[in-house]
T-cell receptor, first 111, second 110 residues
Framework: KAGVTQTPRYLIKTRGQQVTLSCSPISGHRSVSWYQQTPGQGLQFLFEYFSETQRNKGNFPGRFSGRQFSNSRSEMNVSTLELGDSALYLC??????????FGPGTRLTVT | KNEVEQSPQNLTAQEGEFITINCSYSVGISALHWLQQHPGGGIVSLFMLSSGKKKHGRLIATINIQEKHSSLHITASHPRDSAVYICAVLPGGATNKLIFGTGTLLAVQP
């Protein structure tokens, strides 16, 4: 069974631009969670989607948004990029409540 | 005070040594994860625990729910074990929102 895939793996953007990251969960998994990892703040929860509905949201500004499609694939969008948005963005999918399988991440660099 | 605390923050060991990394948390949880991240790499889930003890190869993870404490042990450590080890807890309720510790950077020297 294929694992969680994320695209793109690496991305360089300029301040003020917007970016969309994609996550395809393991087949059959309906929950997708997104996390941000930075050297200063470590790993932080962004949001979770389950069956196309946002079930939980972390403490991030409204510039960070996401959605989930009927096939459980999820996207997250960051608008008006700032230098501090440079991070590794991870998604994780789960079938049951407490198991999470992480994707390889998208490394975003904002210049 | 962070909800999830790990110790030590940094650990250097010689190949073959027995290693213990500790995790304490202050919230009620439904599960605890131990994660591994190699430099520049993604995250791999090593264990998910809700009680007791699990073993996988040279890795052993234990959890004491009453004491809100978990440990990750590495037996016969090897340089390839060098990585950041992260403890993450899943609070109770219908959510997959993990709360992470700050990680333990392990370096195993040959």
């Amino acid at each position: 069974k294929a694992g969680v895939t994320q695209t793109p793996r690496y991305l360089i953007k300029t301040r003020g631009q917007q970016v969309t990251l994609s996550c395809s969960p393991i087949s059959g998994h309906r929950s997708v969670s997104w996390y941000q990892q930075t050297p200063g703040q470590g790993l932080q929860f962004l949001f979770e989607y389950f069956s196309e509905t946002q079930r939980n949201k972390g403490n991030f500004p409204g510039r960070f948004s996401g959605r989930q499609f009927s096939n459980s694939r999820s996207e997250m969008n960051v608008s008006t990029l700032e230098l501090g948005d440079s991070a590794l963005y991870l998604c994780a999918s789960s079938l049951v409540h407490y198991e999470q399988y992480f994707g390889p991440g998208t490394r975003l660099t904002v210049t | 005070k962070n909800e999830v605390e790990q110790s030590p923050q940094n650990l250097t060991a010689q190949e073959g040594e027995f290693i213990t990394i500790n995790c304490s948390y202050s919230v009620g949880i439904s599960a605890l994860h131990w994660l591994q991240q190699h430099p520049g790499g993604g995250i791999v889930s090593l264990f998910m625990l809700s009680s007791g003890k699990k073993k996988h190869g040279r890795l052993i993870a234990t959890i004491n729910i009453q004491e809100k404490h978990s440990s990750l042990h590495i037996t016969a450590s090897h340089p390839r074990d060098s990585a950041v080890y992260i403890c993450a807890v899943l609070p109770g309720g219908a959510t997959n929102k993990l709360i992470f510790g700050t990680g333990t950077l392990l370096a195993v020297q040959p």
